[in-house]
């Protein structure tokens, strides 16, 4: 009986064990249009740089859930969930872009401590879906401050908008990485002046 009895004290708590519930049908990521060929060599000695700087978020975006907005209201995409937080993935995305389209060097901000060059940094204000309208759209406020010149902002708002319907687990992803790519190449554009 002693040896049996570590189990039947374990019994009980067998189904208090989980992974944190029922795991999303759809794990999304975003994938750019634009990336630099593998085995590409850039240098700050012979390219100009740009620090993309993660984009701060509303609460409505600091999940890992796909939000619809319809009106004043905000539901979730049900069983689709991103794999890493959105403006992570979007400031991925940008960095890929911009170095493919403007020969630029992307640093990270850990790796422009000695020189920045160019900062880029704003708000990701939209990144889900409007209910109504039946669109992804992906709404960027870039703040952009060229060189050294720490005293020049320059402002500039960014949107795409992808038409979709139904909006589901299976609609979503590519709906929204190809909104997202619209933006990140227009604000490639913008950097690259």
Known sequence: MKRYLPLLLALPLAGCL????KPPKALLTLTPTATL??????????????????????????????????????AYVTDAAWVEPPQRLFARLMSDTIAAKTGRVVLSTAQSYSDPGARLSGELRNFGFDGSTHEAVVTFDGALIR?????????KRFEARVPVNPINYTTVGPALNQAANQVAGEVADWVGN
């Open 18 to 21: 989980g992974l944190g519930g």
């Open 37 to 74: 060929p593998v085995g590409a060599t850039q240098s700050s000695a012979s390219a100009k740089t740009v620090t993309i700087i993660v984009p701060v978020v509303p609460q409505a975006l600091a999940v890992a859930r796909i939000p619809v907005t319809t009106g004043d209201t905000v």
């Open 147 to 155: 060189g050294g010149d720490a005293n020049r902002v320059e402002k």
